[in-house]
């Protein structure tokens, strides 16, 4: 009796240390060690890069995210690969102060979640700049142009000469205002190119922090503006302009003989293909004087179905005959479009309309032609006529001695806009008279 009595006793032993084992092996399963060493790795405009030390006894991790320094945590994500020592956090806004911790877990439906979790706070940068333009509006000034950044405190610019792919010696200006949103660099050297880049920082834990560079732009540094001798800013002056030459006729070279006759100057806005077919014609405008300009490669696109391409190919024709570039674009048909405009500011060409229209094309009558032009025209004008018809020679022969005689003076687009204003035209703008600008794309 007695010897049951101690293996039973024995029995209840070996049950009572099993039971206890199977207890610590499930309260074993239910914690998870800490998250130690979480740390931010790196960050940019819109993401973190946090690291930490492995948790041999996790499953996976879960990242909470607040924004600010009284923001409230929340789940921002789930990693379910407990091999994970490193995680990007994405979709962040810049400039902007967040707060992070991580915490382990195991079991497939988060049986345990680790309890300490020391945070990490971290600031995210300024996004990368954007670029409006750079230019040269007036003799020896660099303009640089950049969209404001809401969270910026201020902005930092550098320019330097040549291309841009070199900014090692470039020259640094800050800009303090936070709301300003152009600079201009004076005392530059006339027809040097000069390259541009801009980049927005805000200051933080006592650190200024900087958004990427925006792109590079470029521009050429104008000249300060000298007129041509024979002009006299005080007294009034127009702008003749012919489209669509050189002529298949003989209308192309009868204008330019009333103006070697008269010694007047015009602006004439030829299709590509035409001067290719005409190359004596471009080079006696060239001699008089006279502005040579782009209206496509063969006037067949109009508004938004002009290609650059239609432009590049037209300023290469010229440019072969004639070893110049032109100087002024006219859309066909007027219809002007952004890519248009990007295309002639890319290519040094300003863009002109025209205040006073004659509509030559469509009356083909040298004399109502004439009267479009005497009972209307105005100091500053540009006047829109076409090469092409035999009318429009015969008007111009007779309406040329008639402006002189009233004491207007005939000169080129370019030559009346810096006379009125007292500046080189702008490429890419699109000018309208003399002082008046319309931007408005089709």
Known sequence: MAKKIRIAGVCLIILIIV?????MAIIQTKTVSDVEKLEVESASASSVDLSWK????????????????????????EIKDAKTKKYTVKELDQATEYKFYLTAFKGSKSIAESKAHPEVVVCTLPEQQKLEGVES?????????????SKAEGYQLQYVKGDGKDFSEAKTVNVKDKAKSSES??????KETYSARVRSYIHYNGETLWGKWSEVASATIQEKVTMASDIDTSKKMIALTFDDGPGYNK????????????GARATFFMVGQNAKDHPENIKRKVALGCEL???????????????????????????????????AFRS???????????????ENMPLYYWSLDTQDWKSRDANKVYNAVMKHVEDGDIILMHEIYDSTAAAVEKMVPELIKQGYQLVTCEELVMAKTGKRPVAGTQYVDATSVNNKTS
């Open 19 to 23: 039971a206890a084992f199977s207890a």
């Open 54 to 77: 492995k948790v041999s006894s996790a499953d996976g991790y879960y990242l909470y995210k607040a924004v600010g320094e009284k923001g409230e945590f929340e789940k921002a994500a």
């Open 137 to 149: 509006p007036d003799a020896g000034e660099l303009k640089i142009k950049w969209t404001i950044n």
């Open 185 to 190: 660099i004076s005392d530059l050297k006339a």
């Open 251 to 262: 209308s192309s070279d009868k204008i330019l003989d009333v103006l070697e006759k008269y």
């Open 293 to 327: 300009g782009n209206h496509t490669w063969n006037h067949n696109h109009y508004g938004k179905n002009v290609t650059p391409d239609d432009i590049k190919k037209c300023s290469q024709a010229i440019y072969d005959i004639c070893g110049q570039y032109p100087t």
């Open 332 to 346: 066909p048909g007027g219809n002007t479009t952004e890519a248009i405009r990007n295309e002639c500011k890319a």
